[in-house]
């Protein structure tokens, strides 16, 4: 599971996952990556840069989504699986209403509910 970020804004898609996400999903400590600032709503924090990447896609009963490569940062801040802006489009996902939750595969009519976020 993953947030859907607009305003986490990346060239490439990016994945920002909290640390306890990061050492279950990668196989090892992320002994290659390389310390970051970066501006973000609250003012400037710190995260690490993987070395490597994954692969991402967006998986429902009916539908798979592309497989889209992401960057990784590792956040000790955050709780929550994030996606950039330009992971969001690479997804092929469509934002209908932030608030509620309901997003649509490009190309569709209907909207789809969110799934419970998932903390670390």
Do not use: Y
Not at 18 to 43: D, N, S, T, Y
Request: net charge negative; glycine share 10%.
């Amino acid at each position: 599971m993953a947030v859907l970020n607009g305003g986490f804004e990346s060239d490439e898609p990016c994945v920002l996952l909290p640390v306890q996400a990061a050492l279950r999903i990668l196989p090892g400590p992320p002994w290659g990556a390389k310390a970051l600032r970066a501006e973000v709503a609250g003012g400037e924090t710190s995260f690490l840069l993987a070395d490597e990447s994954l692969d991402a896609t967006v998986v429902t009963p009916d539908r798979e989504g592309p497989r889209v490569e992401c960057q990784i940062l590792i956040s000790g801040q955050d709780r929550e699986v994030l996606i950039s802006d330009s992971g969001i489009d690479a997804l092929g996902v469509e934002v209908q209403a932030f608030r509620k939750g309901l997003w649509r595969f490009r190309g569709e009519t209907a909207s789809r509910p969110s799934e419970a976020p998932q903390h670390w």
